[in-house]
Nanobody, 124 residues
């Protein structure tokens, strides 16, 4: 069974940086891995995505230029480097996986597995 474990969340001041990791296990074949975030009272927002073992990646306009998504296929891990953090980046960050590369990256409905989430809090 595919499992996802996120880590790296915490509290930082505005302008600071934070790195998140998501490790996938218990699966075979190809997966797409995507970071979502959810602030209180809001829906989940797709942040960034990779095809694990592939070359395509996506970053949402709201974080483009500040966040970078990367991967280590050997470690089955997706990373999110977050720089120049703003208070509006505060959210629970979730890792999601789809068991195909051929799905829409930003739709929650594309994903069958979700991690437990890691909290990111940015103070002003």
């Amino acid at each position: 069974q595919l499992q996802l474990v996120e880590s790296g969340g915490g509290s930082v001041q505005a302008g600071g940086s934070l790195s998140l990791s998501c490790v996938a296990s218990g699966y075979t074949g190809k997966i797409k891995m995507t970071w979502f975030r959810q602030a209180p009272g809001k829906g989940r927002e797709a942040v960034a995505s990779i095809n694990l073992g592939g070359s395509l990646s996506y970053v949402a306009p709201s974080v483009k230029g500040r966040f970078t998504v990367s991967q280590d296929n050997a470690k089955k891990t997706m990373y999110l480097q977050m720089n120049s953090l703003k208070p509006e980046d505060s959210a629970m960050y979730y890792c999601a996986a789809a068991r195909s590369w051929n799905v829409g990256w930003s739709s929650e409905n594309s994903y069958t597995n979700w991690g437990q989430g890691t909290q990111v809090t940015v103070s002003s």
